[in-house]
């Protein structure tokens, strides 16, 4: 045992030759572990000691109070602690693969932030404390992914957040219920807003991840939009991003200004938290387009990831508007699901005729509703079918005939109206059981 200020100055370069002996950066028989035997201090807390100390830019006066080091193989652990340790060990070696932080940065005194409770996830609320935030790791090479979302979290969003976390040094997850994306007579108000605990805990004992969720971005409106928020009408006068003809098709007919607020909006969070890599879901697909022809034609220098759709083992696709649906609504809310996977069917049969496949899906969806519409009115569930679509994935226009060479997006919108005669006790979802719009759609991948 040696003393911690013998050993201090000693920790950074041999935690650093791994790195450089090996590329995986992770040998379980090369980590270093903080043990204090007087106080009898459990490994994984010695562990997360250590990481907060050497991630940390003032790591030197945060490990001050731990009186002794110890160098231990991994192996010598107790088995179960052994995993959990050596991940974490494996993420702080990771972060020292960079060059330390220049000292003015390191030594500026910190104010109390907010965090999400019980992890070490900053919620930065402004645009000054997210460039703040920011600045360091542009100057450290890190990277930042970012992953947009307007809070409801669910599986979906935390496939997303997992992606990023596996590709980036830091993930900023932003959580803001645009208005200027919703109607004046949309569901905005109830939105839901859910906790990322869980998931940086899991995130932080998963050795695959290059980085955590360092950030959640929660901005006011006003901070979004300084010169007064524009109004949600058409015809609303501001500083827009547009991206036509993509954001008038499908979802763009039943929604007009959805997709100038979804392009306003990330435009500015992109540009605000200026990340290396954005995260959208493959289920708000037309989304994803307009992304892309956004990132593209504005040449903002940043990799659009799609992360497929996260679904619920009958198939239907997760959403934060399914909580409105209620026990009844729910089990024929796959309908539009089994819809695509119909027409989907088709083409993998070698069918490429756009009569042929959407007819597939067209029967499911009036078959569905007629056996619907053969119930009591207080077993039944009514919907309605906004579209259902055939188109090219890079431009989402209908089309005559899939390209095999290009494939093709099958996409649909369904309504569930509100139930009829609801029972006394009845479970109607949230908020009584408003009409819920579903998407969800298919990507027909290439197939020459
Ligand atoms: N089921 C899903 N699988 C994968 N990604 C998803 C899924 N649902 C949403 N996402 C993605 O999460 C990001 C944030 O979406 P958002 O916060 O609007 O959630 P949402 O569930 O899509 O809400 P809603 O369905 O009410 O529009 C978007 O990129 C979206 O595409
Ligand atoms: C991308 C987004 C967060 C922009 O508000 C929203 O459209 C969403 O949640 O998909
Ligand atoms: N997931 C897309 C957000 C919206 O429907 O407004």
């Known amino acids: 045992m040696t003393s911690h200020s013998e050993i201090l100055p000693a920790l950074r370069p041999v935690l650093l030759a791994p790195i450089f002996i090996n590329r995986?950066?992770?040998?379980?028989?090369?980590?270093?572990?903080?043990?204090?035997?007087?106080?009898?201090?459990?490994?994984?807390?010695?562990?997360?000691?250590?990481?907060?100390?050497?991630?940390?830019?003032?790591?030197?006066l945060m490990v001050q109070n731990i009186p002794y080091f110890v160098y231990l193989r991994a192996d010598n652990m107790p088995s179960k602690a052994s995993a959990r340790v050596t991940t974490m060990i494996s993420l702080a070696i990771r972060r020292l693969a960079a060059p330390p932080?220049?000292?003015?940065?390191?030594?500026?005194?910190?104010?109390?932030?907010?965090?999400?409770?019980?992890?070490?996830?900053?919620?930065?609320?402004?645009?000054?404390?997210?460039?703040?935030?920011?600045?360091?790791?542009?100057?450290?090479?890190?990277?930042?992914?970012?992953?947009?979302?307007?809070?409801?979290?669910?599986?979906?969003?935390?496939?997303?957040?997992?992606?990023?976390?596996?590709?980036?040094?830091?993930?900023?997850?932003?959580?803001?219920?645009?208005?200027?994306?919703?109607?004046?007579?949309?569901?905005?108000?109830?939105?839901?807003?859910?906790?990322?605990?869980?998931l940086d805990r899991e995130l932080a004992d998963d050795g695959g991840n290059l980085g955590r969720i360092s950030a959640v971005f929660a901005p006011t409106t006003s901070e979004m939009y300084p010169s007064g928020f524009p109004g949600q009408e058409v015809d609303s006068k501001g500083s827009f991003v547009v991206m036509t003809p993509v954001s008038e098709l499908l979802e763009g007919r039943t929604r007009p200004t959805f997709f100038r607020g979804v392009a306003t909006v990330c435009m500015k969070l992109f540009n605000i938290v200026q990340p290396e890599k954005v995260y959208f879901g493959q289920k708000d697909v037309q989304q994803t387009v307009v992304i892309r022809n956004m990132v593209r034609d504005f040449m903002l220098p940043i990799d659009v990831v799609v992360g497929p759709t996260s679904r619920e083992p009958d198939g239907l696709a997760l959403s934060s508007r399914n909580v409105y649906l209620g026990k009844r609504r729910r089990k024929v809310a796959t309908v539009l699901n089994r819809a695509l996977r119909a027409a989907e069917e088709q083409y993998l049969n070698g069918v490429l005729d756009r009569e042929t496949i959407l007819k597939a899906a067209n029967s499911v969806a009036v078959d569905t509703l007629n056996e619907q519409m053969a119930l009591d009115p207080h077993e039944r569930v009514k919907y309605e079918v906004d579209y259902i679509s055939l188109a090219d994935p890079s431009t989402m226009q209908e089309v005559t005939e899939v390209d095999p060479k290009a494939g093709g997006i099958l996409s649909g919108a369904v309504k569930m109206l509100p139930v009829e005669s609801p029972q006394?006790?009845?479970?109607?979802?949230?908020?009584?059981?408003?009409?819920?719009?579903?998407?969800?759609?298919?990507?027909?991948?290439?197939s020459a």
């Open 24 to 60: 995986t950066y992770l040998q379980p028989y090369s980590c270093f572990i903080l043990k204090n035997p007087q106080q009898k201090v459990s490994w994984l807390l010695l562990a997360y000691s250590l990481r907060a100390a050497i991630e940390s830019p003032r790591w030197l």
């Open 101 to 198: 932080l220049p000292r003015t940065i390191a030594s500026t005194k910190r104010a109390p932030r907010e965090t999400i409770p019980a992890t070490p996830i900053k919620v930065l609320r402004t645009v000054d404390a997210v460039r703040k935030w920011r600045k360091p790791h542009v100057l450290d090479h890190r990277i930042v992914g970012l992953v947009p979302t307007m809070g409801a979290l669910h599986e979906g969003h935390l496939s997303l957040i997992r992606a990023a976390a596996r590709e980036s040094h830091h993930v900023v997850v932003s959580i803001y219920v645009n208005p200027a994306q919703f109607g004046i007579k949309e569901d905005l108000a109830s939105y839901p807003v859910t906790s990322l605990a869980e």
């Open 424 to 446: 006394s006790g009845e479970d109607l979802g949230h908020s009584g059981g408003p009409a819920v719009r579903l998407i969800d759609n298919i990507v027909l991948k290439p």
